[in-house]
């Protein structure tokens, strides 16, 4: 049970301090104390209980790939608004969700959402469905190089 909780903890708090960008007292503070509940809420609900089906050492690849896949979606919308409405085809697909785990399939579907121009809308069963404002946005998830990189991330 040690094992997952510090992995947990160092996780969290590096998390914390390179998003935080403050280092007095305060803010440190907060942080431990935010830190130790998420810690604490995590017991509670079982997560040590079972190995977490996530590898936390890929998370870092994994976001930056996203951040560059976010920027590059900025960049096809802002087109896409000087374009006119015209550029734009909406639509919904479903795709497979071939993720074993529910925090993969949870950080899948966010992943989706956090890229411009695409939302996930309801997860069901081994299907995602996803609304996209251009059928590009859609074959483009349909070829699965995003669900092929979390799910890399399982254990």
Not at 10 to 21: D, E, Q, R, T, V
Not at 52 to 74: C, D, F, I, Q, T
Not at 119 to 146: C, F, P, Q
């Amino acid at each position: 049970m040690m094992r997952p909780l510090v992995s947990l903890a160092l996780f969290l708090l590096l998390l914390w301090l390179s998003n935080s960008g403050h280092y007095g007292p305060l803010l440190l503070g907060l942080g431990t104390v935010s830190i130790v509940l998420v810690l604490w809420l995590s017991a509670r609900m079982g997560m040590y209980a079972k190995p977490m089906p996530l590898r936390l050492s890929k998370l870092p690849r994994y976001w930056l790939w996203l951040m560059s896949e976010v920027v590059r979606a900025n960049i096809q919308v802002v087109r896409h608004i000087w374009r006119g409405y015209r550029s734009i085809s909406p639509g919904v697909a479903r795709l497979p969700l071939p993720q074993k785990y529910d925090v993969t399939r949870v950080v899948y579907a966010n992943s989706i959402t956090l890229t411009p121009g695409t939302v996930t809308l309801r997860i069901d069963g081994d299907t995602i469905e996803v609304h996209a404002l251009n059928a590009a946005s859609l074959d483009e998830l349909a070829e699965g190089e995003m669900s092929r990189r979390v799910l890399a991330l399982e254990s």
